[in-house]
């Protein structure tokens, strides 16, 4: 029984060797397949979180560029108010600068007139009650119109003084 048990055994030896060794093979391939899905998978994970953090920096980004408009909006409307009232205060000193030379210019013909009336009553010529009364008249009307003039003057520099603090803020 000897022979017989090993020719059996040595049978079965060549049996399980053949097939063993491509259960072995099969195996490998097998760990190879899943070893590589791993990585494909690890990979994905990677993917993922990176498209995770780029939505968020998206959405960061976006609620900057939100923030931004809004100011801009606001600084479009100070702009625009700002230059709205530069131009109301450019208006305001070229009225102020006609109404100052027609104050100056009737001041001067006023003095002008005075400088007559009093050469005229200085050489006693033709002195008459109306001439009188322009004398007494004239001063008081020059004084009138320099004291206008001097608030004039000075609500113009006023004025100018806005418009620069303005063109400041504009700037």
Known sequence: MGVKQLAISFGIGATIGS???GSFKNAT???EAVNKKTEDLRKSQTALRKLSELRLIRKDTRQQINS???E?????KSISEVDA????LTKTKEK???EIINLSSKEKLLKADLASVTKKIEENQDVNEELMEQYVKLPKEIKSIASQLK???TEFNGVEKEIKDNSKESS
């Open 19 to 21: 097939s063993f060794r």
């Open 29 to 31: 391939t097998l760990i």
């Open 68 to 70: 931004a408009e809004k």
């Open 72 to 76: 801009l909006l606001k600084l479009k």
């Open 85 to 88: 009232r530069g131009r109301e």
């Open 96 to 98: 102020l600068s006609k």
């Open 151 to 153: 608030t004039l003057k």
